[in-house]
């Protein structure tokens, strides 16, 4: 159904929308390849997921109420940082387990949604919950997928090469010097989909936000404009937050005697 602007959807044509994932489903069932199940739930959950967000965020628009847009964003973050915990393969021993992924995500990605907000687009209120709730969401998903990979990249490596470390270190080398080299390759690994999806905008796939507010009526230059703004914002934060937080391991990892300490990584 069209309105001003924009289409609108009825019910019975998003459930439309899914046949192809049902017949995908099915296949998968007929295969006995085991996704069948899986497949189901995570369709019901995305459903729940999404219907509970569409009602909240209902509210927050409604409320403009700066205290509630803060405890959105709170909440959000703490899922963030919970996920990049989860998602740790060998996580640090004892409290410092926390730190590197959640200072790195939360400092990084609170500074640039602030610089966002304050200096780029400058809405008024600054902390309407129309803009900051999902330029905050892209920060927080992108950032959190980038500091997983990185974190996962350092402490594989150094585990596996830990020979090589340490003979690095035996020849004189500072401890930043010794692992700078399988640091930078975790860097790129956790650079590596932000990369790509950079590579790919505008010739290959319609990013997601500039297809939006091309639905939702926007001209399309002015969308580029958007998603621009957005694709540079994410990639830095993703680096930043990335490196800061390899860093930080890095650090805990050795000592001021510039000696290797894997015993303080879980799963060692």
Known sequence: MTTTGYITLEYWEVAASALLFVLASGLALLFEAGLARAMAWVAV??????????????????????????????????????????RQQRPLKGAWR?????????????????????????????????QLLPIFGMILGNSMNGITLGLNAITNTIVRERNAVEARLLLGFSRWRAIRPFAAEALRTALTPIMNAMAATGII????????????????????????????????????????????????????????????????
Request: glycine share 6%; aromatic share 8%; hydrophobic share 55%.
């Open 205 to 268: 796939s319609l990013p997601g936000m500039m297809t939006g507010q091309i639905l939702a009526g926007v001209p399309p230059v002015e969308a580029v404009k958007y998603q621009l703004m957005i694709m540079f914002l994410i990639a830095g934060v993703v680096g930043l937050s990335s490196l800061a937080a390899m860093m930080l391991t890095i650090y805990r990892l050795t000592d001021d005697r510039h000696r290797l300490r894997p015993d303080r990584l879980q799963n060692a």
């Open 45 to 86: 959950r995305m459903v729940a997921q999404l219907l509970l967000v569409g009602m909240v965020l209902k509210f927050i628009f409604q409320a403009t109420n700066g205290l509630v847009t803060l405890a959105a964003a709170s909440v959000m973050a703490f899922m963030a940082v919970r996920e990049v915990m989860r």
């Open 98 to 130: 926390w730190l590197p992924g959640s200072a790195s995500l939360l400092f990084t990605g609170v500074l640039a949604l602030l610089f966002t907000l304050l200096v780029v687009l400058r809405p008024e209120p600054w902390h309407s919950p129309r």
